[in-house]
């Protein structure tokens, strides 16, 4: 008995300059994908010094994730720094590795690794509260 393996590969196009945008707001990563980029299933898969996490549902907003369809249709991704799967460095760096994959019906995807990186820009104050569209996060 013989087993082979077939892998679908279908080329798709690399993304362009500015497909994707990554920057810090506040207590946040924020990363966009241009609408004229998404796959028809969207995911995101998180990495640690656990290995991967793949959080869907409920588990996304007890994590500390939003994600978004802005006015442009751009999709938005925003993880607070005290996020599932975020690395700190002395309360003051913080280090989120995350996989954006792009799935099309026909079985083909693809993913995008990043690496993105924040300084707090102000120590944090012996109590803050932060209000996402999904959740709430008090720091004590």
Do not use: K
């Amino acid at each position: 008995m013989f087993l082979i393996g077939v892998t679908v590969c279908i080329a798709r196009p690399e993304p362009s300059a500015g497909t994707f945008r990554s920057h810090c707001h506040e207590r946040h990563f924020v990363l966009s994908v241009r609408s004229s980029f998404l796959g028809d299933i969207i995911g995101f898969a998180f990495e640690d010094h656990n290995g991967f996490h793949f959080p869907s549902g409920r588990a996304v907003t007890e994590c500390g994730y939003t994600m978004l369809l802005n006015h442009h249709g751009d999709l938005v991704f925003r993880a607070s720094f005290l996020a599932c799967h975020v690395q700190s460095q002395n309360d003051a760096d913080y280090d989120l590795r995350l996989w954006f994959e792009n799935r099309w019906p026909n079985g083909s995807a693809q993913a995008y690794p990043f690496h993105l990186h924040c300084a707090l820009l102000w120590p944090w104050a012996p109590r803050e509260m932060v209000c996402e569209e999904n959740y709430m996060e008090v720091n004590d």
